[in-house]
């Protein structure tokens, strides 16, 4: 594998953990907003996919992000009598986030995402002397 395939695998490591970090701020700044009138649904949990597919180019496969898929899990219910979208017995639904759930996945792929940018940098650190060598 040369320098320019892993430095294109890394890249697309990059790309994909910023997207799922994008999907996961979504999901938290979202985490109180029930509906506007009753029986409206809350916003519902996104949950990023990524799909392995083989470059040629490369010679090996990368990572690529696929659909947004939905959490099915049942909402949360509180009961707020007062609230525009309480039902009947007074309960409004909140939308099926668990705000600690979501803050161990961000760091997860903060952990991922700096992990590809370290291949990016020792890759770059080492073409960097393999042209020093080069010219010596």
């Given at each position: 594998?040369?320098?320019?395939?892993s430095l294109r695998i890394a890249a697309t490591g990059l790309h994909a953990q910023t997207a799922r970090m994008r999907v996961i701020?979504?999901?938290?700044?979202?985490?109180?907003?029930?509906?506007?009138?009753?029986?409206?649904?809350?916003?519902?949990?996104?949950?990023?996919?990524?799909?392995?597919?083989?470059?040629?180019d490369v010679g090996g496969k990368v990572v690529e992000v696929g659909n947004l898929a939905y959490d099915m899990s049942d909402f949360?219910?509180?009961?707020?009598?007062?609230?525009?979208?309480?039902?009947?017995?007074?309960?409004?639904?909140?939308?099926?986030?668990?705000?600690?759930?979501?803050?161990?996945?961000?760091?997860?792929?903060?952990?991922?995402?700096?992990?590809?940018?370290?291949?990016?940098?020792?890759?770059?650190?080492?073409?960097?002397?393999?042209?020093?060598?080069?010219?010596?």
């Amino acid at each position: 594998m040369d320098f320019n395939s892993s430095l294109r695998i890394a890249a697309t490591g990059l790309h994909a953990q910023t997207a799922r970090m994008r999907v996961i701020a979504e999901n938290l700044a979202n985490v109180d907003s029930a509906g506007k009138a009753p029986g409206d649904e809350p916003y519902r949990r996104r949950i990023p996919t990524f799909e392995a597919t083989f470059d040629p180019d490369v010679g090996g496969k990368v990572v690529e992000v696929g659909n947004l898929a939905y959490d099915m899990s049942d909402f949360t219910s509180r009961y707020e009598p007062g609230h525009p979208a309480a039902d009947v017995r007074g309960y409004v639904q909140y939308p099926n986030i668990n705000p600690l759930i979501e803050t161990m996945d961000m760091r997860e792929a903060q952990r991922t995402y700096e992990a590809n940018l370290n291949v990016v940098t020792v890759t770059r650190q080492m073409l960097g002397r393999t042209l020093d060598i080069l010219r010596g």
